[in-house]
């Protein structure tokens, strides 16, 4: 029997011939919504899925009787039911590695930017406005040399940390739920509790996964804590930040500027005042847009897939204990 496939989003013609070689694939070039009759349909008979970005709830797993494997096109898998998919033995792959240096360079991209105030002024050569010497009124605050405060410390945070430390001679500072001695070594990096990383850094910058532990895990509080002098930087999901507290703390200058690809509710709101701060980056989700990694981690997912739904195991699965080897 030909097993069936529903698939959309990120993908193209030759991962979508790679599937269709092994199975029957529903494509859905523009899915709106989980609501989409034809797609509901599709997933009645639906052996595996590729794809990203779509809310998948414990509900829309009931549409799917048959399924026996996902394949996000992303490595976080905070839109997926992780435990419900266990309990019901579906496998779900992600797609790690391959985009960890392209969603560092844009954490990076992130700190020089609002740290030199890039945008700001390359609108202000934009408007004309350049017309003598720039003097204070435009001066940046230096990188080079500064504390990184790293929230996170895995794949991401380590790369975003690598390039801090050894592109611009910075120290770093790290909260992570375990020890990293090998970064430490090859980094100079501390470990330290938030709190004191948070007093002590002059960029802060978040790669934390989203879990119900680190949902809001800065707020008032924590923009409170930092230097006033301190800019922000998230590359991770809106939500691990309290983002009217973060709206607060720019306003009132409790620290002094942001970078953010990340945000509550994607796409960000015309109404948000953030992206009309001009002491605010805001990028639309790029982490990972590039061609190049992009094209990857649909490779990735298809690879996935493709051992997924053959019994064997994928290159990248999340919830492990749905695994049962064959035999
Ligand atoms: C991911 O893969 O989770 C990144 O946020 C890019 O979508």
Known sequence: MTKRIVAYSRLKPPHLDQLRQRFHVDYFEALEGADDPAFREALGQAHGIVGSSLLITPELLDAAPHLEAIATISVGYDNYPVDELTRRGILLCNTPDVLTETTADTGFLLVMAAARRAVELAEYVKRGDWRESIGEAQFGSDVHGK???????????????????????????????????????????????????????????????????????????????????????????????????????????????????????????????????????????????????????????????????DGRRPISLVNETAWQPAG
């Open 147 to 309: 504390t990184l405060g790293m929230i996170g410390l895995g794949r991401i945070g380590a790369a975003v940390a690598r390039r801090g430390a050894l592109g611009f001679g910075m120290q770093v500072l790290y909260s992570n739920a375990s020890p990293k001695p090998e970064l430490e070594r090859e980094l100079g990096a501390n470990r330290c509790e938030l709190d004191e990383l948070l007093a002590q850094s002059d960029f802060v910058c978040v790669t934390v996964p989203l879990t119900p532990e680190t949902t809001h895990l800065i707020g008032r509080r924590e923009f409170g804590l930092m230097k006033r002098s301190a800019i922000f930087v998230n590359i991770a999901r809106g939500k691990v930040v309290d983002e009217a507290a973060l709206i607060g703390a720019l306003e009132n200058g409790e620290i002094h500027a942001a970078g953010l690809d990340v945000f509550e509710q994607e796409p960000l709101s015309p109404e948000s005042p953030l992206p009309h701060m001009a002491n605010v980056v805001a990028l639309p989700h790029i982490g990972s847009a590039t061609h190049e990694t992009r094209d990857a981690m649909a490779q990735r997912a298809v690879d996935n897939i493709l051992l997924a739904l």
